[in-house]
């Protein structure tokens, strides 16, 4: 992951085009800095081509008097003088085996560590090969491969013909995958003076551009060249040189000190102006309970170490690598910073910016709705896609769709005061985020406000789960009020558990439905109470707690509120609109890319987020069918959906929604994937020739091992999401159980899995508890050695007193 030490100053060059003085330039910098008495790193990672020609031969050569100062090294070197894409594969290569992207950065990370582990202060120089986009051994192109080191940058420009058109897409390029640029350094050419436009571009996006002396042209004698050569880099290390190359250390040197300083500061200028969602303030008091994020990569943030700024002489980085256990609050797909969506939001933000929605269409807009709709989770049942700005307001806009439905197929006219007197039905732990109409249609709890006003009924839902090793359903009390017994509580495997077809006809789901009809029957007699739809977190209910319906449950609900006969029809009521909010269990969360083929039926409404732009940007969507629509299509403007935002149907973020779409589709053929299922599928005895049975990303053994930790009540994993209950007597949100037996979790700790972090270095795990309830979740495409390494940190902390 990134490198930041105090005494160690690390930049990373990489040029604009090939031949534009990358080794020459750095040369310079490398002497410089031995003359104001530091000692310099050089690596140059590939190298190809003649040994003697090589770039590190080039520093030692030139190095100047102080050349026993400077260390080089080189990675992976080759003999042929191709691009390392093609000097990896070339005869002269064969039985050398072509090192992955992972092992190539894991190898830069080590050399860095060891470099660091020198005490006295030193400079850095990390050398690329030919331009930002040339590839690297494995063909990822250098901008990609280098990007989990996230070392600052010196960009050296083009001064030839054509250079300020590449110098200016460089700089772009690397801006576009989040790099820190620095400085751009270029030679002063007097003919193409590419310098006298580059230096004004750049200064007013704040930039430092510094032009060099061309070095001299070769001689055809090696001495008088060495010679020549020798007095030109003697010339730009002299004191008295107007080049600008001591002015371009100093300025390197006071980017280096400027970014600790400000990392230094932000906890406490944290604490000064932020109010966090979700945070007790009064619990937050000191700076090291501040996590500052440097950047993001993959599944891992960069952190800035507090105990590491602490000790100046620590040869540590202080950016220490941390697991975005949570996903990010559910939203990471397909890991931070990938620049396939970053490139995607680039696009469309360069084509539209943003533009007015209503009666208008854009071509991203257009494509996300149509594939949402015919293959996407609206497929086979909705007809329109309504685009707002996140989950919450794509809840707002469900229920003002359901509820208008419900009023028109029954006769509810617009001026009938019983418009607003409206309940739904729902589940006790329901959260469908923090507007207030999406309040109102929860029980009240923590989350709610004071404006809040909870319209409706809710059920206590039986849950599903594995404890002590067997796959249960707990029945809520009021469920076993109504029954003698209750056979089927108990299976032989989740799949099985999960197959509500199979189960409707069970006792169980008899006993279900009488509870849920004579409940709703009783309402009916209640005159103040008129329940207008169905509200459903599929499968799971996210934020009450990482709660795990069981799925019959659920499925029995839309079969009974879709027969008016059983929701009280002596009322008059109609079947009532379904509203499903997948805002969390969506696009393969749990593994399916929706609730409706596991629970077998669809609902009217449904409403996505989070995972629908992998993360990067805001984006909601809520997807209904042709009689919701037309429920507000008439003659009469006041009948529409006056419902709207100002960025409605955001360029870029349907933009990143496609691309993310077309990625998490490549995902459902991957090995990571099939061999997640298939082992799956062996654990729960599931015949090959029987439908994919349910799956997760976590180890089923891992599994079924914590549920029986006595410290445990229960556990399940899904898809991306593990959870567990803890055995806690002050359970509920309220409880610190979690959050303080897992506290280990944090602390950086090597992974017997050692690549198991970008770079191989040591982690700690960011995650969230929900009071009791400790939850951890992978993006889409986490590979499984990380997945591994988490699951040994979160057993050893489980077992431990």
């Known amino acids: 992951m990134s490198h930041l030490y105090k005494h160690l100053r690390i930049h990373q060059v990489f040029g604009a085009n090939t031949d534009v003085g990358k080794t020459v330039l750095t040369t310079a910098l490398a002497r410089v800095s031995t003359v104001k008495g530091h000692k310099v790193f050089y690596l140059k990672p590939v190298s190809t081509g003649a040994p003697q020609d090589a770039d590190d031969e080039h520093i030692k050569r030139f190095g100047g008097p102080r050349r026993s100062a400077i260390e080089t090294k080189s990675l992976f070197r080759y003999d042929d003088p191709v691009s390392p894409h093609l000097a990896a594969k070339m005869p002269s290569a064969e039985g050398r085996v072509v090192p992955t992207d992972e092992t190539f950065v894991n190898s830069i990370a080590d050399y860095v560590r060891r470099c660091a582990s020198e005490p006295s202060y030193a400079h850095m120089y990390v050398e690329t090969a030919g331009g930002v986009h040339s590839p690297t051994l494995s063909g990822t192109t250098q901008t990609d491969a280098y990007r989990p080191l996230f070392l600052p940058t010196v960009l050296i420009g083009d001064s030839k013909l054509g250079g300020i058109s590449s110098t200016i897409s460089s700089y772009e390029s690397l801006l576009l995958r989040g790099y820190i640029i620095d400085a751009i350094l270029l030679f002063r050419d007097e003919y193409y003076r590419n310098y006298e436009y580059l230096a004004p571009f750049f200064a007013e996006k704040g930039v430092h551009v510094s032009s060099i002396n061309s070095p001299p042209s070769r001689h055809s004698d090696p001495e008088e060249d060495r010679a020549a050569t020798e007095n030109y880099y003697a010339s730009l290390a002299s004191p008295e040189s107007h080049d600008g190359v001591l002015g371009v250390l100093s300025h390197l040197d006071d980017c280096h000190k400027r970014r600790i300083e400000e990392l230094d500061s932000m906890p406490r200028r944290t604490l000064d102006s932020i109010w966090w969602p979700f945070v007790q303030h009064g619990l937050v008091k000191q700076e090291k309970d501040v996590t500052v994020i440097d950047s993001a990569w993959s599944d891992f943030f960069s952190i800035y170490d507090a105990g590491n700024r602490q000790t100046e002489s620590s040869s540590s980085s202080r950016l220490q690598p941390q697991l975005d256990g949570s996903a990010s609050w559910w939203t990471q797909a397909l890991g931070h910073a990938h620049p396939s969506l970053t490139l995607a ?392 159980l979690a959050q303080i037996k897992l506290q280990a979790l944090k602390e950086s700790v090597q992974s017997s899995t050692l690549s198991a972090a970008p770079g191989g270095a040591p982690f700690g795990i960011h995650y969230r508890t929900l009071g009791n309830v400790a939850y951890f979740m992978t993006s889409l495409n986490t590979e499984r050695k990380t997945v591994a390494a988490v699951e040994d940190r979160i057993w050893s902390a489980l077992n431990t007193q």
């Open 345 to 736: 939001a680039a696009e469309a933000a360069g084509r539209y910016g943003h533009v007015m929605f209503p009666q208008s269409s854009h071509l991203p807009a257009l494509k996300l709705a149509e594939r949402l709709v015919k293959d996407g989770p609206g497929k086979g049942w909705a007809s329109r896609a309504f685009f707002s700005d996140n989950g919450s307001t794509g809840m707002e806009v469900a229920l003002k769709m359901a509820l208008r439905a419900f009023c028109i197929s029954n006769g509810i006219a617009a001026e009938d005061r019983t418009r607003r007197n409206l309940g739904i039905i729902g589940l006790k732990g329901s959260y469908h985020g923090d507007t207030i109409g999406a309040m109102d249609a929860c029980e009240g709890g923590v989350y709610t406000c004071e404006w809040h006003e909870e319209k409706g009924y809710w059920f206590d839902s039986p849950t599903i789960g594995v404890c002590d090793g067997k796959v249960t359903v707990q029945v809520p009390s009021p469920i076993l009020e109504t029954a003698k017994d209750l056979p089927g509580t108990t299976f032989a495997s989740l799949s099985e558990a999960y197959d509500v077809n199979s189960r409707l006809e069970s006792p169980l789901a008899g006993v279900y439905r009488r509870h849920i009809v004579s409940a709703l029957q009783r309402l009916s007699e209640i005159e103040d109470i008129r329940l207008a739809a169905l509200v459903l977190e599929p499968l799971v209910m996210g934020a009450g707690g990482m709660i795990f319906v069981d799925p019959l449950f659920q499925r029995v609900m839309v079969d009974v509120v879709r027969d008016p006969q059983l929701t009280g029809g002596s009322q008059g009521s109609s079947a009532l609109p379904v509203i499903f909010d997948e805002v969390f269990i969506g696009f393969y969360r749990l593994g399916f890319n929706s609730a409706c083929p596991v629970l077998g039926v669809n609902p009217d409404i449904s409403v996505n987020a989070k995972i629908l732009t992998g993360g990067l940007i805001p984006l909601a969507v809520t997807l209904a069918t042709e009689d919701i629509f037309n429920a507000f299509k008439s003659s009469t403007k006041t009948d529409a959906l006056l419902h709207g935002h100002s960025y409605t149907a955001h360029p870029m973020g349907c933009a990143v929604a496609n691309a993310t779409l077309d990625m998490v589709n490549k995902l459902g053929e991957s090995d990571l994937w099939t061999e997640a299922r298939e082992q799956w599928r062996a654990f729960q005895g599931v015949p090959n020739e029987a439908p994919n049975p349910l799956w997760s990303m976590w180890d089923p053994h891992f599994l079924e091992s914590v549920s029986r930790l006595p410290c445990v009540r229960e556990a399940m994993a899904l898809g991306t999401v593990l959870a567990f209950k803890l055995e806690d007597n002050d359970a509920g949100y309220a409880s610190h």
